[in-house]
């Protein structure tokens, strides 16, 4: 108990792959990865300019 084994690592792909189809399976890990990557450079200061607030057009 406590260590997940082989069997248990097939069952848990098998489900997943039949909740989300494997075509989605690879868009969960692109934006997984790119969630990961935005917090660890959020996380180490690093912003992007396109992020700063932008001055609202004078009408």
């Keep these: 108990m406590g260590w997940i084994r082989g069997w248990e690592w097939i069952?848990?792909?098998?489900?997943?792959?039949?909740?989300?189809?494997?075509?989605?399976l690879g868009q969960l890990g692109a934006e997984l990865g790119k969630g990961i990557r935005n917090f660890r450079e959020a996380l180490s200061?690093?912003?992007?300019?396109?992020?700063e607030p932008k001055e609202e057009p004078k009408a």
Excluded at 11 to 24: E, N, P, Q, T, W
Excluded at 45 to 51: H, P, R
């Design 11 to 24: 069952i848990i792909l098998v489900i997943v792959l039949l909740i989300f189809g494997v075509g989605r």
């Design 45 to 51: 200061g690093k912003q992007e300019a396109s992020e």
